[in-house]
């Protein structure tokens, strides 16, 4: 992990609310559900530079609480959907959580160990919780930002 400070930056896709409870059961869950309708509705130009983002903000309170999710991308041209949202990545310090490999499981992965590090008496950095986000450099590679004091 590593201290970065990001500019602010401009998300659009679809959003749904939830929280860490209703995900941890595969039958409750949202966030997959998001990702195959940002997949199958949003046309992201890879080839020209557009990356995706997983945008995390409106925390009710911790991680106990219930946040908004944002399936997105940096694009300039979209989709005629009438459920597209854009969301600030707020610019700031963030804790950045790299992994490669397959999704989904480096997701869980860097997720897992974001929890574990916020969780633990060691950590160094205390969480904003203000907006936090995945950014995906290809398909087999992410980067999970935390905004810290």
């Known amino acids: 992990m590593e201290i970065r400070q990001v500019a602010e930056k401009v998300i659009t896709?679809?959003?749904?609310?939830?929280?860490?409870?209703?995900?941890?059961?595969?039958?409750?869950?949202?966030?997959?559900?998001?990702?195959?309708?940002?997949?199958?509705?949003?046309?992201?130009?890879?080839?020209?530079?557009?990356?995706?983002y997983g945008v995390y903000s409106d925390y009710e309170s911790d991680h106990t609480g219930k946040f908004t999710v944002l399936a997105g991308f940096d694009g300039v041209s979209f989709p005629e959907l009438p459920n597209l949202e854009q969301i600030t990545i707020e610019s700031g310090k963030y804790l950045v959580f790299t992994y490669k490999g397959e999704m989904p499981q480096i997701a869980i992965d860097a997720w897992t160990e974001v929890w574990q590090?916020?969780?633990?008496?060691?950590?160094?950095?205390?969480?904003?919780?203000?907006?936090?986000?995945?950014?995906?450099?290809s398909g087999e590679q992410i980067e999970v930002h935390i905004a810290i004091k």
């Open 13 to 52: 896709g679809i959003t749904t609310r939830t929280d860490n409870v209703t995900e941890m059961n595969p039958n409750t869950g949202k966030i997959g559900t998001l990702w195959q309708t940002f997949d199958n509705s949003v046309p992201v130009d890879y080839k020209h530079g557009e990356r995706v």
């Open 117 to 137: 590090y916020f969780t633990s008496d060691k950590a160094k950095h205390e969480r904003l919780y203000t907006t936090d986000f995945e950014y995906y450099p």
